[in-house]
T-cell receptor
Framework: GAGVSQSPSNKVTEKGKDVELRCDPISGHTALYWYRQSLGQGLEFLIY????????KSGLPSDRFSAERTGGSVSTLTIQRTQQEDSAVYLC????????????FGSGTQLSVL | GQQVMQIPQYQHVQEGEDFTTYCNSSTTLSNIQWYKQRPGGHPVFLIQ?????EVKKQKRLTFQFGEAKKNSSLHITASQTTDVGTYFCAVPRYGQNFVFGPGTRLSVLP
């Protein structure tokens, strides 16, 4: 596609519910990244994929968070039993892979846990 | 682990004033990237620096990579209201993951 697409753009959920956030990267981009950004804060790394595998899962904050990527394309970030502290903007980025490739970010999913 | 710091955290300038933000790493870097995030927007790539002592310019923005490749700076000449936003540096880690600095939030008063 023309850019990184994330859906939904906004998600309001109740505490304890599960949510799924979707990221559709730029076509041909092998690397895909998930970051979390709380209001007025920096970018917290969650996980990244090279192809369908995730070499680095160190940023997932708890076992309630999981992510997968299928077909080397679309990725889903799942948060189980959501808590209020999970409220944030979840940003997805993709790149061609490699340390010198720039990241292209999607517009993010604003998650609000009530 | 690798530490990436940015100073200042916030900067308020009058329109027309210069602005500089600094990014410092605890380890030697292979390269560094800079991103800008406008209020309510998502980060957008600005530039990448690779060589020791490298200086790159984009109109009123000047980017520099330190000689030791452990720090970098972004300088804006004659700030404009369009420069408002948060500027992040990003450095590679463990192969392909990127670590972002905490960012410098710039506000420009007209």
């Amino acid at each position: 596609g023309a850019g990184v697409s994330q859906s939904p753009s906004n998600k309001v959920t109740e505490k304890g519910k599960d949510v799924e956030l979707r990221c559709d990267p730029i076509s041909g981009h092998t690397a895909l990244y998930w970051y979390r950004q709380s209001l007025g804060q920096g970018l917290e790394f969650l996980i990244y994929f090279q192809g369908n595998s995730a070499p680095d899962k160190s940023g997932l904050p708890s076992d309630r968070f999981s992510a997968e990527r299928t077909g080397g394309s679309v990725s889903t970030l799942t948060i189980q039993r959501t808590q209020q502290e999970d409220s944030a903007v979840y940003l997805c980025a993709s790149s061609r892979g490699g340390q010198t490739e720039k990241l292209f970010f999607g517009s993010g999913t604003q998650l609000s846990v009530l | 682990g690798q530490q990436v710091m940015q100073i200042p955290q916030y900067q308020h300038v009058q329109e027309g004033e210069d602005f500089t933000t600094y990014c410092n790493s605890s380890t030697t870097l292979s390269n560094i990237q800079w991103y800008k995030q406008r209020p309510g927007g998502h980060p957008v790539f600005l530039i990448q620096l690779v060589k020791s002592g490298e200086v790159k310019k984009q109109k009123r923005l000047t980017f520099q990579f330190g000689e030791a490749k452990k720090n970098s700076s972004l300088h804006i000449t004659a700030s404009q209201t369009t420069d408002v936003g948060t500027y992040f540096c990003a450095v590679p880690r463990y192969g392909q993951n990127f670590v972002f600095g905490p960012g410098t939030r710039l506000s420009v008063l007209p």
